[in-house]
């Protein structure tokens, strides 16, 4: 079998979509279409799924808890208090449902009429999460999720940015929640008559616990809040690898330094493995692939600095074998499913780290592909979100902070140039009291931290036009999401995009901008430097 893409399989998807019943992938019926995460890679692709799948994650998902328990016991004593949602569901041209994977599996048998079990008790009522209101399902899930504060043992959502965003609901809606919890009434925003019974099943008039969450929510500092208003709280449970990284130090500040977990890797294509040692730092996160989710196989990729001869393209002789693969390797993972993708290429690009007995164990690097590109130049994820990090340094004796980021490769000029929004947070100022040359010395920071074949552009070539920077108006990422959410996107899969190209996401963006900055200067670069071939 070759090697394939989505491009590659997507007049199959096509047929089965338009309502081909033939076993064009697999002897098993296509139950529906899983949608991928509208930020990964651009574009919502369908991935197709068979009804056993929901069985083997839930297996998976079983398999988290136990694993768990060997780190911190008793676990089954309390609750986990997880924000989680479904999106709306659509149907193909053939009749087929297509929705992302969380959809899924929350609204399956597996979820809702799951046994009692300890290591599953969740704060939020099923009907909350069920909820396709955003906001409803925001304001129920907390209000439960304080309302049992001290049951809690455990917080967390799908990313990092979900749960920073439920803290930030709870900043913005304290004063309402706490009236709902001292006179035991739920607020009239709360409609839909399922989440209302759920929770009204939950609330009770309770002052004490109002006063309790008033006095810590009207604290100047909101350091250590959530072991503060769920005091019992051992780990939170989100995704901090890949670009999720970068909302560690929010989640830090929130969490007064509890431990940050990442139980498992998975995707709309295929669950792949776990984390067997949770409580690990999160730059050393590595997932154990489970052998009977798929079958996996493994490209190896070659970064910057290991040769022009290594761009070729790839064909299925390239490809090793999970037993084959070596420690400190770089490897594009490769899938077969048995909903019939066959060799399908993930985009994921994970490395080596370690092994668990004989069975390797990989950390994830970036998603391949999502980068900034404006001639020979290739911009990786990792790479400008390192550079990115390091220039934001210049505002912290200003105490400012950056607080999110996206990039567009701005190729309406000529030569194109590369575009940062940053949307920063200010403690004790604001951007007037930062001079321009800090922001200019970001910009050149950036550039300088890129490879060599962007500043032999800039520098040599004169093809890149000097890196700008523009600071737009707090919330403009909330409004990125509230726009990506009203078109398809799902709020559990939602990652804020680290390179855009969308032009109505681009106009929204621009729209919000309050300043802009340029490199003041060409970033240093000297010939006889390894060239990075851009075929």
Not at 69 to 88: A, V
Not at 128 to 150: A, E, K, V
Request: include cysteine; proline fraction near 7%.
């Amino acid at each position: 079998m070759p090697v394939v893409s989505y491009e590659d399989i997507k007049p199959d998807i096509d047929r089965i979509a338009d309502g081909d019943r033939s076993s064009i992938f697999c002897s098993q019926p296509i139950s529906e279409f899983l949608t991928s995460s509208g930020t990964s890679g651009g574009e919502r692709k369908l991935m197709p799924t068979v009804e056993e799948e929901l069985g083997r994650r839930s297996l998976l998902y079983s398999l988290l808890m136990p694993v768990m328990d060997r780190f911190i016991p008793d676990l089954q004593k309390g609750k986990g208090m997880y924000f989680l949602f479904i999106k709306s569901e659509a149907k193909t041209p053939g009749g087929l449902l297509a929705r992302p994977v969380l959809t899924s599996y929350y609204k399956s048998s597996y979820f809702k009429k799951r046994p009692y079990d300890p290591y599953t008790n969740y704060t939020s009522p099923n009907e909350t999460i069920l909820c396709l209101d955003s906001y409803q399902s925001m304001y129920s899930q907390m209000l439960c999720g304080l309302c049992q504060n001290t049951e809690v043992l455990r917080v967390g959502a799908v990313f990092a940015s979900g749960f920073i965003r439920a803290i930030r609901f709870l900043e913005k809606h304290w004063p309402i929640l706490c009236h709902d919890i001292r006179t035991g009434t739920l607020s009239s925003q709360i409609t839909d008559p399922l989440v209302r019974e759920s929770v009204m099943k939950i609330l009770k008039p309770n002052p004490k616990l109002a006063e309790f969450i008033e006095i810590e929510c009207s604290k100047e500092s909101w350091k250590g809040i959530i072991p503060r208003l769920w005091p019992n709280t051992k780990y939170v449970d989100v995704i901090v690898t890949g670009t999720m990284s970068q909302y560690i130090p929010t989640l830090n500040y929130y969490g007064n330094d509890l431990p940050l977990v990442c139980t498992m890797y998975a995707s709309s294509e295929c669950y792949f493995g776990i984390n067997l040692n949770p409580l690990c730092k999160p730059c050393e996160v590595a997932y154990t692939l489970i052998p009977t989710m798929g079958f996996f196989e493994f490209l190896p990729v070659a970064r910057e600095d290991e040769g022009p001869e290594k761009s070729k393209p790839y064909d299925k002789n390239d490809l090793v074998d999970l037993v084959d693969v070596k420690l400190g390797h770089e490897y594009e993972l490769v899938v077969t499913t048995y909903a019939g993708l066959y060799r399908y290429r993930v985009g994921d690009i994970l490395k080596v780290t370690g092994f668990k007995n004989k069975a390797p164990q990989f950390h994830f690097v970036c998603r391949k592909n999502v980068a900034l590109s404006i001639d020979s130049d290739k911009t990786d994820e990792v790479e400008l979100h390192d550079a990115v990090l390091k220039a934001s340094t210049h505002l912290l004796p200003f105490e400012a902070s950056l607080t999110e980021y996206t990039s567009y490769a701005d190729t309406s000029t000529s030569p194109g140039h590369y575009v940062l929004y940053w949307e920063i947070s200010y403690k004790n100022s604001d951007e007037t009291l930062i001079p321009t040359s800090v922001f200019e010395d970001c910009c050149l920071t950036i550039e300088e931290s890129l490879n060599s074949v962007y500043r032999q552009c800039r520098v040599s070539d004169k093809s890149i036009s000097p890196l700008e920077i523009k600071v737009v108006e707090n919330g403009t990422f909330d409004k990125l999401m509230d726009y990506a959410i009203c078109n398809g996107a799902s709020i559990n899969q939602y990652k804020a995009p680290r390179c855009v190209k969308y032009a109505p996401i681009i106009e929204l963006l621009n729209s919000r901008v309050v300043s802009s900055y340029f490199s003041p200067k060409y970033p240093k670069w000297v010939p006889g430097h390894k060239q990075w071939s851009s075929s």
